[in-house]
């Protein structure tokens, strides 16, 4: 099977032009098939507030009102996306941004829960891989914002960490496929302050491991349960890197690799 | 060939709700292979006051700034296309969004002018047919956003009726075009405030006649010379008519037809 590279980026690297300039060359390097999945950094809530729109927080997650669906469905979708397509193409590298809804790529559902109210907050139930697969094997790159629908016309906000995971579980069946979350830190750290400690390699025991000791920064873990959740669905390996360093992460020279256990 | 149909849609559907459920229910009856191009209706010009962005208006045309274009992608690229992509997908229409920069669709420039910057504009060069045929074979309707860039990474403000007309003339060695101009008039009327005066058909011949008597309203030529000019570039008909009466224009029934000569 054909490697798939499933790339995450975070919201800094799109906050700065330079450093998505950088990315996006160093994105349209990597040979063969690739798909990126990005968020929309300050960028959404900079409209927002600009807009006069209120944030409301539950649980460090945004609550995703009518309005604010709007404005995410903006920035994700068209800004973002279409700015990142157009970066790729002048790299050489020919790409389509899609959402969810756009050629029934996701299925998801407005986000249930017992005490609260998420909004426009969509949940994923399955990922359609024959267009991926399609515009892949024509030698396109993918370009996924964190949007989706409900099915009835309802567009949804969706976690883009998520999004990545399920595409990457999906498209296990036709690829290889590695899932890449790049982001401002070296990789998973011993020392939160310290870029230097990054841990090169975490398997299913040396996590358990580093958990009982709580050598890992509490806001990491949420990142390496959803790793070995794709693991375990069939991705092949998970890298957690800096966005500036990709070609180094792809070659596994850089990041924090996790792996179920030592091959 | 098989019957392709290019279906470009007015600001005013847009605009309201109501209208554009009804129209995109229509679409979706459609059978066989189309694509849906939009503007962006009122709603560009909304945001960019919300946001105290100032409208430049030269000879008609938005002189597109740095943060207009911000604006339009959003607006376009981003709100009004994936509003339409999911209702289709409410609707049971696989659809696909897409901008000139997608997939490399569309090649265009920054437009030229020697006397006014007209700002962030893009002018097409061509349109390449190979993805828009991929997903057309694959049942997928495509809806196009105006929106392209220059190659460099630049993207550019184009006009929608542009964009339809490329994307019908292109797909003209491939099937079968039938362009249509929905919007909020019955079609091309003879009374401008009489929509019973709709003429059925316009030729050549009888547009020359027309003009000549000066019985077409102004603002209706440049569409008119826009619809000959798809004509002459291999396109098989073009109608002008009601956003409301789809099905109506699409079966002969509603709508100034414009062809070469009468067959």
Do not use: W
């Amino acid at each position: 099977m054909d490697t798939l590279y499933v790339i995450k980026i975070g919201g800094n690297i799109i906050d700065e032009e330079s450093s998505l300039s950088l990315f996006l060359q160093a994105f349209s390097g990597i040979p063969g098939k690739k798909i990126l999945v990005h968020g929309g950094g300050k960028l959404a809530t900079k409209l927002a507030g600009q807009l006069g729109i209120e944030q409301q927080m539950i649980d460090g997650r945004r609550v995703t009102d009518g309005e604010t669906l709007k404005v995410v469905t903006m920035v994700y979708a068209g800004y973002i996306n279409k700015k990142i397509v157009a970066g790729l193409r002048a790299n050489g590298c020919n790409a389509i941004g899609l959402t969810g809804t756009d050629g029934n790529m996701i299925t998801a559902h407005k986000r249930k829960h017992p005490s609260i109210d998420f909004g426009f907050v969509g949940d994923i139930d399955s990922v359609s891989t024959d267009l991926l697969h399609n515009l892949l094997e024509q030698q396109i790159a993918i370009v996924a914002a964190p949007i989706t629908d409900d099915g009835n016309g309802q567009l949804l906000n969706t976690n883009a960490d998520t999004v990545a995971q399920e595409i990457a579980k999906a498209m296990s069946s036709l690829y290889e496929v590695q899932l890449v979350y790049s982001f401002e830190k070296n990789g998973v750290l011993l020392d939160v302050n310290n870029e230097d400690s990054v841990i090169p390699l975490i398997t299913e025991q040396s996590y358990a491991e580093l958990k009982s000791k709580q050598l890992i920064f509490a806001g990491m873990l949420p990142k390496l349960d959803n790793a070995f959740a794709a693991l375990e669905n069939g991705v092949l390996k998970v890298v957690i890197g800096n966005a500036k360093y990709l070609p180094e992460i792809i070659g596994g020279k850089s990041g924090t690799i996790i792996q179920r256990n030592v091959r």
